[in-house]
Structures are given as C-alpha cells and as structure tokens.
C-alpha cells in the first residue's frame, strides 16, 4: 500500500476510535526525551509562553492547583518586555520565585530546568510553538484555536503523535462536571436521537479592543510576532489588538466557536464534522475602522450523525447568550456563566416540544460528575503520563470545525471535510 495512504488512513482511524490516544512510540522518539522521569516528590517545572491576559490567568491556576499537582512556574517568555515584566512580579508573587525571563521561545524550550510549557501566544503562533515544544521534549498546555491552516493543524498532529507529550487543548469546558454529566445524560439515551445543536454569543464591545498595546518599537520583537506572516512596518494596533485581524485570527470562531463545538464533540462522542457554510462580516458600529477579523458570524456544520450545529455571535447588544441541544426527547439548555474559566456548565433539561412516549419526566435534573478541572487534569497526566481530556485527537477535531466554518466564510460556499485524506475542498 501507498505509504501516504497508509499514513492518512491510520489517521482517520485512530482519530475515531481513540485508539492512538493512549500513547503510540514510534522510532525517532524515546521516553527519556520527555524531560526527566518526575518522582512522587519532584515539582513540575513550567515555562509560559505568552504573558498577556490569558498566559496571566494560567499562572493564577496554576497556583491554586499547585500544591495538589506539585508543579512550580520558573520561566516566562515574551516578546514584548512589559508583558515578561508583569509576568515575572505575578510570579514573584504567587510561586515566591525569580522567574528566568526569556524573549525568545526557543531559548526557553533549550533549558533543561523546564518539563512543560504553557503556549498563550497569539492564534497564529500556536502552532509553530507546539511543534517546537514538541520536539524539544516539552508537555504541552496550548492554547485554543490550536491552528488556523489545516496544514499547520496536520503537520502539529503528526509531531505530536509520533511523540511522547503529554498535551492538552485549552477547551476547558472538558473538564468541567457539569459538561461530564451532560454527556452521562445524553449517552445514556435520554434526550433520544439528537437532532440540532445552537448557541449564541455576544458583547456589546469586541473583547479585542480591550488590550494594551506597545507604545514603541524597541520595546517588542515585531518580526517574531509576525513570525510565518508578511513582512509590513511596526503596527501597534496589530500587535496588541491581533484578535481583531483576519491574518493573526479567525475572531469569535476561534475564539469563541471553539469551545462550543469541543463541547458538541464531547457530550455526543460524534466524528469529524462534514460540511460547513458561514456567513458574516464586520458589520458592528462598536468595532474600530481597519479590523478585518469578523464581529458577526453564523456557521453551520454537518455532522454524519445526522445532526447540525448552527454558532452565530454579534457585537454591538450583549443580549440572549445561549446554548441549546435539541433531542427528540426533549432539549437541554446549557448556561456557561461569564468569566469561569475553569469550564463551568450548568446543564438543565425540560420535555419542551417532544412528543416521545419517553419524554423527558418532568423535574429531571441532571447529576454533576466528578472531575478534575483542566489545569490539574493536564499536570496530573503529565506526571501519571496518561492521556489528558483534550488530548491531540481530541484537539485536532476542534480545530477542523473552526478551521472549516472559517474556510466556508472566507470563500463564501460551502465546504467538506475530507477525513482520509486530511483536506478541506467546495462541496
């Protein structure tokens, strides 16, 4: 058989049975390059890569989980020097240690004082980074989207998975109990054969014009955040405000539309999504002139199991945030409160519009399940080096879904997804 063949059809069939997910060694890589083996005392040593807003939020999980998972943050890495330097006073603070400071990545990912890195770079960076980490022998908690080329999305796979690396997507919302007791509910048959999935989202003002930008040149590395894109003079707005440019984001999609259909994959243990069509544009009078990332989106993607998922989000009125999953038996309204990061769900369960002879009962409510949150899932399996939530598999599926409903919107028709041969093409 074709090799390439062989490759691609060993891919799609482990990405579907998970059979690949409990650690595949493959020739090249060794347990040894994973960093040393870490003794029931021995702390897990954490470089951040990315000290904006999100990077700052995972050094404050890190340390409420850290005394549990014995992990320590002892390195940051910025481009630009007021991000490391704010970085390294949290850290001062909350790990009561001199984080070594680095502006380059790949120096930190050089040191052999670090097990595993957090990447919290800009969407269009992930990918490069986790390669790197990778092959340098880091564990890996990167950000979402984890890509914005399918490219990018299957070379970072095929790294990962001929690897050792404990690495886990941050969609959060695995590992969260509300989430595992949604799925319990909806394995077991109880809101029947699930038809359609929705959810809205929505802020009055895009959540990209609230960051700080570089007041100069010389106080960042502007060419290392370009990294693979064109080169064009210093732009600060860019720099700062990257969520709100098509080159460096697929805006709420990535952002946003991430999470949702991680959240889809995982309460339905579904497969690839098939197809999509997007629409949308940048239509809110709350964005700023020259964004070029979409502030208002509806995709919809077909799933093989016969059902579909319709995101739709909007600037410019925060009303109606919602989430609903329509099953024969009934539907489930989700409710993720703003701002809990640590995955939050609260899943609730009516009979409305079903006719089923079993229907949801009245006053059914659904049981939480116990679960560790993602931070100290993730620092668990680095130490156990069991397969985490949202592990590669599990990551990989998300980002076809937002790489596909960001495809179908820059082309304006309809696209498909290609499992065997790993290709997004028109319908």
Request: a negative charge; hydrophobic letters at 35%.
């Amino acid at each position: 058989m074709n090799e390439q063949k062989q490759n691609r059809r060993e891919f799609i069939h482990n990405s579907i049975s998970g059979g690949a997910a409990a650690g595949v060694i493959t020739a090249g890589f060794t347990a040894s390059g994973y960093g040393r083996v870490l003794g029931a005392n021995d702390k897990i040593r954490i470089g951040l890569i990315g000290c904006g807003g999100r990077g700052t939020y995972h050094l404050g999980w890190v340390h409420r989980t850290a005394e549990e998972t014995k992990a320590d943050v002892v390195a940051a890495c910025d481009i630009w020097n007021v991000k490391r330097e704010q970085a390294a006073q949290v850290i001062e603070e909350r790990f009561e240690r001199k984080p070594v400071l680095y502006e380059d990545y790949r120096k930190l990912l050089d040191s052999s004082e670090i097990d595993a890195v957090i990447i919290a770079s800009a969407d269009h960076q992930h990918c490069a980074m986790l390669r790197d980490a990778v092959r340098a022998g880091k564990d890996a908690y990167v950000e979402k989207p984890i890509a914005m080329e399918l490219d990018d999305l299957n070379q970072a796979y095929d790294v990962v998975k001929k690897s050792l690396a404990i690495v886990q997507n941050g969609t959060q919302g695995r590992s969260s109990q509300g989430a595992a007791g949604a799925k319990a509910f909806i394995q077991a048959g109880k809101l029947g054969k699930i038809l359609r999935v929705e959810e809205s989202r929505s802020f009055y003002n895009p959540y990209w014009n609230n960051y700080q930008v570089p007041e100069k040149e010389e106080d960042t590395n502007w060419r290392a955040f370009l990294m693979n894109r064109p080169y064009r003079p210093f732009n600060p707005d860019q720099h700062g405000h990257w969520m709100g440019y098509k080159e460096f984001s697929s805006g709420t999609v990535g952002g946003w539309m991430s999470h949702f259909s991680d959240f889809i994959h995982y309460v339905t243990d579904c497969g690839f999504p098939a197809a999509a069509v997007a629409q949308g544009g940048v239509f809110s009078p709350t964005s700023q002139p020259g964004r070029t990332a979409p502030d208002t989106v509806t995709a919809i993607l077909e799933y093989a199991e016969g059902f579909t998922t319709l995101y739709t989000t909007h600037f410019g009125n925060g009303a109606n945030d919602y989430m609903i999953i329509f099953g024969t038996k009934g539907i489930m309204r989700i409710n993720a409160p703003d701002g809990n990061d640590s995955g939050g769900i609260l899943p609730r369960v009516t009979a409305e519009g079903s006719e089923h002879p079993e229907k949801v009962p009245e006053g059914t409510e659904i049981e939480d399940e116990p679960c560790d949150d993602h931070m100290t899932n993730w620092l668990k399996c680095v130490r156990s080096r069991e397969q985490p939530n949202a592990n590669m598999d599990k990551g990989y599926m998300q980002g076809v879904a937002v790489i596909l409903a960001d495809r179908a919107y820059e082309e304006g028709r309809k696209m498909v997804f290609d499992p065997t041969w790993r290709e997004i093409k028109p319908a």
